[in-house]
């Protein structure tokens, strides 16, 4: 009897407890303070100059002027963006296409709104002296790359040279930093443009005691290589795009604001870097107007306009990831995608509201800076 | 000597003993490390892989970026934020822990069927469990107040910190002799007063090494799990930053990792303390 009634304490006490956590899974589609509508994006990683357009929209009242108020979620270690999208965490996110899509294969409703880096800024770097200059050299060479769907560009590049991954050459695990490569313990290493290489030009020669010079290393673009796939792209949730006519609005919307402030930044590299400054990275202050230059290359100029999907590209992407195999054998995609894996409408909506602003989102005058790199970035 | 006086000369020694081993092995070790059958068994030893110990030092007082704050200002800041995830991470989990332990103590069927459980909780690897946790975030709210990305870190915290309090406190509960039970039950004493009067007095020598241990495992679930989500503002999140810059920046990582270790000793220093003061007022009753 007293053990019963014990049990019956403790269970009335747990349910206390866990209702006193309640949920508050308030719809996207309500409406904040002001009339505004709340939207979340899901960034790949920490606040950096990679994401500078979205920050400038934020902090330049592009959003706003859409009726949005858009909270920006970073990354971490472990947040895959398209994961949290796919959960209903988060309204958008930032993801690369090729690990969405590999997403999106397992289940994952997500679609791809809006193509922001027209171009792959991954490279292989290696030291002038080590005579890459093209995948073929990879051959017996130590081959650093990050894993985890970053290394699908390179693992093309190497089997269309004729090269097996598995055997041909030594595969290296990187770390965060490029020391690896400083120290040869790797041959050539994957490098963003827009930030482990600037990591390197940021670097000392110890043999010389000044900073690395351009000239020291080799870098193999997947660019010219023919092996790019696209990056950064808007993902949006596929069944809300279908059938909820406010969420296709905020997709428009939301598109338009970004893209706006994509062009601010490509005005305003400065102005970006240093909103991006305040908003917390811990990166220095020229390695991120470095960030902000290089992730304009990618995205400027964009004949079509900005954002658009091109039926080209996205067809090599997932030509590529249905055909390359990494170190397992594994391809990132089994068949190609099924159902609405990506549209231009609403791009196509967002550039027209923008041109009717006379917002130039095609930048077909872009010039990038010449950023000069202090030690560390600082 | 006094107790006191043994206790700094002991916490000094340690550090000295730590600096000596780092700066020998920097000494005598090779410089492009010790490598074995293809391995590396022993680490570089150059100044990018491992910096004199006053190249860290003095790092804490440069300023974390151009113009920006000194770091020690930063990472001690960054401490005190992970803090309040460990503080409300340990108190939580310990009193889960102990409440575990008491219903597991009570009813021989729940620690039957709840212990195992509670073990596998332990195996369950944090790299795993932190998005669901980090997943979880964006849906609840306490009363009105909307969950705070800290908050999914505290509950990896917690996560962590109730297994050994569980465990521990469950050993304790039962180590009174059954002679000690048969007299409270000859005093006719039901299970609250044999609870407070007898188990829990009984258990106080298993509880603070539990304690101990909690009080590591809430920081690493902290640091851990700031990693893991990359909130801001913790400890966890200026190592994983820092060590983006390790390229051309060695020192900085460790500074965010020296930051982490106080924060663990500081938190145990907590534990020893009510340890010791609790250990006072018994000796006085």
Request: hydrophobic share 45%; with cysteine; net charge neutral.
């Amino acid at each position: 009897m007293k053990r019963t009634r014990f049990a019956l304490a403790v269970l009335a006490l747990s349910t206390m407890v866990l209702t006193a956590c309640g949920t508050a899974d308030e719809p996207s589609t309500s409406t904040g303070t002001g009339g505004t509508k709340k939207v979340k994006l899901q960034l790949q990683w920490f606040v950096q100059g990679q994401f500078a357009g979205y920050i400038a929209a934020a902090d330049q009242g592009f959003y706003q002027e859409q009726g949005l108020d858009v909270e920006i979620l970073e990354g971490g270690v472990d947040i895959v963006p398209q994961t949290v999208l796919a959960q209903g965490q988060a309204d958008f996110a930032i993801a690369w296409v090729p690990k969405a899509l590999a997403s999106r294969e397992q289940g994952a409703e997500i679609t791809n709104i809006g193509q922001i880096f027209q171009r792959s800024g991954t490279y292989q770097v290696s030291f002038a002296s080590s005579n890459i200059k093209s995948p073929a050299d990879l051959k017996g060479k130590k081959v650093g790359n990050w894993g985890f769907g970053n290394e699908f560009e390179l693992f093309a590049a190497m089997t269309r040279a004729g090269l097996d991954p598995g055997k041909d050459v030594t595969l290296v695990q990187q770390q965060f930093d490029m020391q690896g490569l400083l120290r040869k313990d790797i041959d050539a290493a994957q490098a963003m443009s827009y930030n482990e290489y600037a990591q390197l030009l940021e670097a000392k020669d110890p043999a010389t005691g000044q900073l690395y010079k351009p000239e020291a290393f080799t870098v193999l673009d997947w660019n010219n290589e023919g092996t790019a796939m696209l990056q950064d792209a808007v993902w949006a949730n596929t069944s809300k795009l279908e059938s909820d006519q406010s969420y296709q609005d905020t997709a428009t919307k939301f598109l338009a604001a970004s893209i706006k402030g994509w062009a601010y930044c490509r005005d305003n590299p400065e102005a970006c870097r240093d909103l991006v400054v305040k908003r917390g990275s811990k990166l220095g202050a020229s390695h991120q107007l470095w960030q902000v230059n290089e992730v304009n290359k990618l995205i400027w100029p964009s004949p079509a306009g900005a954002g658009m999907i091109d039926e080209a590209a996205w067809k090599a992407t997932v030509d590529l990831s249905m055909t390359t195999k990494n170190a397992d054998g594994q391809t990132v995609l089994t068949k190609a995608p099924e159902g609405l894996a990506y549209t231009n409408d609403y791009v196509q909506k967002a550039l027209e509201t923008l041109r009717s602003q006379n917002v130039d989102v095609n930048g077909s005058g872009f010039t990038p800076k010449t950023v000069t790199l202090t030690e560390g970035g600082a | 000597m006094n107790r006191r006086g043994r206790l700094v000369l002991g916490v000094l020694g340690a550090a000295v003993v730590g600096v000596l081993l780092w700066e020998g092995y920097k000494a005598v070790g090779d410089p492009d490390g010790t490598v074995l059958f293809g391995t590396r068994v022993l680490p570089r030893t150059d100044d990018a892989a491992m910096p004199h110990v006053w190249t860290i030092l003095s790092r804490f007082g440069e300023p974390e970026l151009a113009g920006g704050h000194p770091i020690w200002l930063v990472v001690l800041q960054a401490c005190l934020f992970t803090l309040r995830s460990v503080a409300i991470g340990f108190v939580a989990g310990g009193l889960v822990g102990l409440l575990l332990a008491v219903l597991m103590q009570r009813l021989r069927v729940v620690e039957r069927g709840l212990l195992p459980y509670v073990i596998l909780s332990q195996t369950v690897p944090l790299i795993a469990l932190a998005p669901v946790i980090a997943g979880w975030g964006g849906r609840l709210s306490i009363g009105t107040y909307p969950w705070q990305p800290w908050m999914s870190v505290t509950v990896i915290a917690m996560y962590l910190a109730f297994f050994p309090v569980a465990v521990g406190m469950l050993r304790g509960l039962q180590s009174p002799a059954p002679i000690a039970e048969e007299l409270m039950r000859s005093y006719a004493a039901g299970w609250w007063q044999t609870l407070v009067k007898l188990r829990l007095p009984a258990s106080t020598p298993y509880l603070f090494p539990a304690l101990r241990l909690a009080a590591a495992a809430a920081v690493v679930g902290a640091v851990v799990g700031e990693i893991s989500m990359g909130t801001r503002g913790g400890v966890g999140r200026l190592v994983i930053e820092y060590s983006r810059e390790a390229t051309t920046d060695p020192a900085k990582v460790f500074t965010a990792m020296i930051g982490a270790a106080a924060l663990g000793l500081a938190v145990a220093g907590v534990v020893g303390l009510s340890e010791f003061l609790v250990g006072r007022r018994r000796v006085r009753a």
